[in-house]
């Protein structure tokens, strides 16, 4: 008879599986049902649902990634789909690129989450001290950030990995380190986790009272907050101490949730382990059909995605299972696939550990060879090299000293230059959107009035005075409407110096009422505007209907076009202008075209805003112009 069989223990945030033996009991069946088949039924039919949303999944992050390569977040979370999706060696490796591009880039969460699940891969194939490494140079960033929240899930893994080393008490104060901070951000979950990685502790020191009560706490926390993964590890930790506490009953009823739960959030891992549980549970509750079926499941699962310390366990499962029920024969076979397993394990570990230490002393033997020859060669020469350093270093400082000095008095003149051209520049339009201001108020205020007076003045005289013919009827109307006319122009010219709408309602409402006063049947403007819902800076505002309106002029002017189309398009960061004609257009070349006062306008308002002009155009075939302006300095 076997003495000893394996189960699996699940540390949260790692993908760590603790193999941990123990002696089994004989103890008496509490019943037959095979409630595992039935599971196992809608499991096999949820499981290419699954696979394909994974796979898919995958694809559109590498189609994504083709489209931008160098978008670290895209990478990190194609190395995540994969590592969720069982491809340890390419997540790996993505994840690998994401820390080297991340530092270069110094992008710290990105880099810090690269090397923590570096770590955690690490930590799975029992490398524990390259985990560490990885997890330490986390911690560095994490803590230079001041990133509480990396940083606790930081020890969380540190924990993990001395809990591997079987230093309980060091696991124990990491776990409580993490704690504190994930209570200081009030981070409920995370507390969660630091409990239930508490629990693996204390199962282990065999205080089952407190594993229970800490995995239980946390398993409220995910059901709250609906977390299926962490609801399906939890599950299966309390089903494992129920099964050493020998309440076999409730150990079953959460394996059972577990193994649903991890089908559904795609953890093999979890998965595997969880059938190797729970055949270990039938083997002792004598139910040895379903235990072999579990079992079988489990090493179907763990060889899929190359966990060979599951498949041995299963295995060693196998051969006690056999072993209660009599047959001895099976129970050799099996043993003998266990013993096979354990030594594959062991010799794949031997080997990668005897090759990394072959290279390293052949690199460590040339590079002293090297060393060697190099200081024979450079014994011979240093009193010439140092010498013709010390003088080269002389010429070479003098140089870039003159050389800096140069550059920066050349920067500083350019700077002043640019400094003046701005100043001026920014004068000059302030000035004249001062006087434009001051016309307009002294036609509205002034030339307006007395206009308005004198046709109020001429109807009351008309009413008074008797017109003895029609032709004195006709030149007192006639003169009444050149008034009126006169009036109107009058407050077109100063609306258009200095429209009210702009101050009122903003630039998209001012051009509108701009071109809704032009002649449609001549010229047809199409106006387009977005993101123009909130208020721009009000230079930013009277300079762009400067220019639109300056553009318009020089359409209705000079194009012959009969249509026009104006778009304003108002990004997060900039606002476009685009104005394009059907008209005659012009040769963008002629030099002369250029030196008009409204080209010369739109030009220099432009660049007061930091922005630029493009104009397109040729001979009948229109012309357009394309602004850019930057809104954030």
Request: hydrophobic fraction near 40%.
């Amino acid at each position: 008879m076997l003495k000893t069989a394996s189960r699996f223990k699940y540390q949260l945030n790692t993908c760590k599986w603790f193999y941990i033996p123990y002696k089994m009991r004989k103890i008496k069946p509490i019943h037959k049902k095979p409630v595992l088949f039935k599971i196992l039924a809608i499991l096999l039919l949820l499981s290419p649902i699954r696979i394909l949303a994974q796979t898919a999944q995958i694809d559109s992050l590498n189609t994504a990634l083709k489209k931008h390569p160098e978008n670290i977040t895209l990478r990190l979370k194609l190395a995540t789909a994969q590592l969720k999706g069982g491809n340890i060696d390419t997540a790996q490796l993505l994840f690998t690129e994401v820390a080297t591009a991340a530092e270069k880039a110094d992008n710290a969460t990105d880099y810090i989450e690269a090397c923590i699940n570096i770590g955690r891969i690490y930590a799975d194939k029992g490398e524990n001290v390259k985990a560490l490494s990885n997890y330490q140079q986390a911690l560095t960033k994490a803590e230079k950030a001041d990133n509480k929240d990396l940083t606790a899930h930081i020890y969380k893994h540190i924990g993990a990995l001395y809990i591997s080393w079987k230093k309980f008490d060091e696991a124990l104060a990491y776990y409580e380190k993490a704690e504190t901070l994930a209570r200081e951000i009030n981070n409920e979950e995370l507390v969660a986790d630091c409990q239930n990685n508490k629990g693996t502790v204390y199962e282990q020191q065999l205080k089952y009272d407190k594993a229970i009560a800490v995995y239980k706490y946390a398993l409220a926390v995910y059901t709250k907050k609906n977390i299926p993964a962490k609801i399906s590890m939890a599950l299966s930790n309390i089903a494992i101490v129920y099964k050493f506490q020998k309440n076999y009953g409730s150990s079953l009823e959460y394996n059972l949730k577990a193994l649903a739960l991890s089908e559904k959030t795609g953890d093999k891992w979890m998965l595997a382990a969880t059938y190797n549980n729970i055949g270990n549970l039938y083997g002792e509750m004598g139910e040895y059909k379903n235990a072999f079926a579990a079992c079988n499941k489990s090493i179907a699962i763990a060889k899929k995605i190359n966990a060979i310390e599951i498949v041995e366990a299963a295995y060693e499962s196998m051969a006690d299972v056999a072993a209660k029920a009599g047959d001895f024969k099976s129970a050799f076979n099996y043993h003998k696939l266990y013993a096979t397993t354990k030594d594959k394990f062991i010799n794949v570990e031997s080997t990668k550990q005897l090759s990394e230490l072959n290279v390293k002393f052949e690199t460590e033997r040339k590079q002293k060879l090297i060393q060697q020859q190099q200081f024979a060669i450079s014994r011979r020469n240093t009193t010439i090299a140092v010498i013709a350093a010390l003088f080269a270093g002389v010429v070479i400082i003098g140089l870039q000293s003159y050389s800096r000095y140069r550059l920066k008095q050349v920067a500083l003149l350019q700077s002043a230059v640019l400094q003046q051209q701005e100043i001026a520049t920014k004068g000059i339009i302030q000035a004249e959107e001062k006087e434009r201001k001051r016309i307009a108020a002294d036609l509205h205020d002034g030339v307006g009035q007395l206009f308005s007076a004198v046709r109020m003045n001429l109807s009351s005289l008309m009413e008074r005075v008797v017109l003895n013919n029609a032709d004195e009827q006709a030149l007192a109307e006639k003169t009444l409407a050149m008034v009126d006319e006169s009036c109107k122009e009058v407050r077109t010219i100063a609306h258009q110096m200095m429209p009210n709408i702009l101050l009122k309602t903003g630039l998209a409402s001012a051009i509108k009422d701009f071109v809704n006063k032009i002649d449609s049947q001549h010229l047809k403007i199409n106006l387009e505007a977005y993101g123009l819902d909130e208020r721009l800076d009000n230079n930013v505002e009277i300079v762009l209907y400067r220019v639109v309106q300056e553009c318009v002029n020089n359409v209705i002017k000079h194009s012959k076009a009969n249509r026009l189309d104006i778009n304003l398009t108002r990004e997060e960061g900039d606002i476009s202008v685009t104005i394009e004609d059907n008209g005659v257009g012009f040769n963008t070349a002629d030099k002369m075209k250029f030196e008009g006062i409204g080209l010369k306008n739109i030009i220099t308002r432009v660049k007061y805003l930091k922005g630029s002009v493009d104009i397109s155009s040729d001979q009948n075939k229109g012309t357009l112009v394309a602004i850019y302006i930057p809104l954030i300095a």
